[in-house]
């Protein structure tokens, strides 16, 4: 398996809270993405990374800041945590980047915003 | 990207085929056909990509027809251990994308 940790597994927080989630990798891949799972949406990306320093919106980044200052960490941050963040946040990592490459995913963060 | 529908739940028993079909009607000339597992609790998983005709891996194989309108992934004798969502995904190759999108996916239980 693909060397992605997430961390935390699991976090209970409350609203207006900042929340920081943390993806590493060991596999030196450029590219890193931050998903979120709801039921009845699927997979949605939030935001990604083509390198460091390097990152860009996805299709539900309101709400969502990223940062990238190595090549090995990826965080999510929530600035102010609100109920309708409630999910599964995923991170997954690529080599190249394009459209429909294999995607390595992490095992997920369960985040309940209360 | 090219539009996916697979259905929605299937069930099955342990030691048969289990064939998930996947229609993709606008699919381009330059899409590929992929596939991804999510167990419970985890991340997908890439199974198989394929682009024409047959594709065949340790875990599954993937059946894409002259017209490619249409593909099917086959899971040979399934255990319970494969009951999981499986997703279809259609999309070119090409850099800069980043807009790999996951549908609702096929809901697969295998019963003993």
């Given at each position: 398996d693909a060397g992605i940790t997430q961390s935390p597994r699991h976090k209970v927080t409350e609203t207006g809270t900042p929340v920081t989630l943390r993806c590493h990798q060991t596999e030196n891949h450029r590219y890193m993405y931050w998903y979120?799972?709801?039921?009845?949406?699927?997979?949605?990306?939030?935001?990604?990374?083509?390198g460091v320093k390097d990152t860009d919106k996805g299709e539900v980044s309101d709400g969502y800041s990223v940062s990238r200052s190595k090549t090995e960490d990826f965080l999510l941050t929530l600035e102010s945590a609100t109920s309708s963040q409630t999910s599964v946040y995923f991170c997954a990592i690529s080599d190249s980047g394009a459209t429909n490459e294999k995607l390595f995913f992490g095992s997920g963060t369960q985040l309940s915003v209360l | 990207?090219?539009?996916?529908?697979?259905?929605?739940?299937?069930?099955?028993?342990?030691?048969?085929?289990?064939?998930?079909?996947?229609?993709?009607?606008?699919?381009?000339?330059?899409?590929?056909?992929?596939w991804y597992q999510?167990?419970?609790?985890?991340?997908?998983?890439?199974?198989?990509?394929?682009?024409?005709?047959?594709?065949?891996?340790?875990?599954?194989?993937?059946?894409?027809?002259?017209?490619?309108?249409?593909?099917?992934?086959?899971?040979?004798?399934?255990?319970?251990?494969?009951t999981a969502v499986y997703y279809c995904l259609v999309g070119p190759l090409d850099t800069g994308g980043f807009k790999t999108i996951f549908g609702a996916g096929t809901r697969l239980f295998v019963k003993a």
């Open positions: 979120r799972q709801d039921p009845g949406h699927g997979l949605r990306l939030i935001h990604y990374s083509y | 990207l090219a539009k996916t529908t697979q259905p929605i739940s299937m069930d099955s028993y342990e030691g048969q085929e289990v064939n998930i079909t996947c229609s993709h009607n606008n699919i381009a000339t330059n899409d590929y056909i992929t999510q167990f419970p609790s985890q991340g997908p998983r890439f199974i198989i990509q394929g682009y024409k005709t047959k594709v065949t891996n340790e875990v599954a194989s993937l059946f894409i027809p002259a017209d490619r309108k249409s593909s099917t992934l086959s899971l040979p004798r399934v255990s319970l251990s494969d």
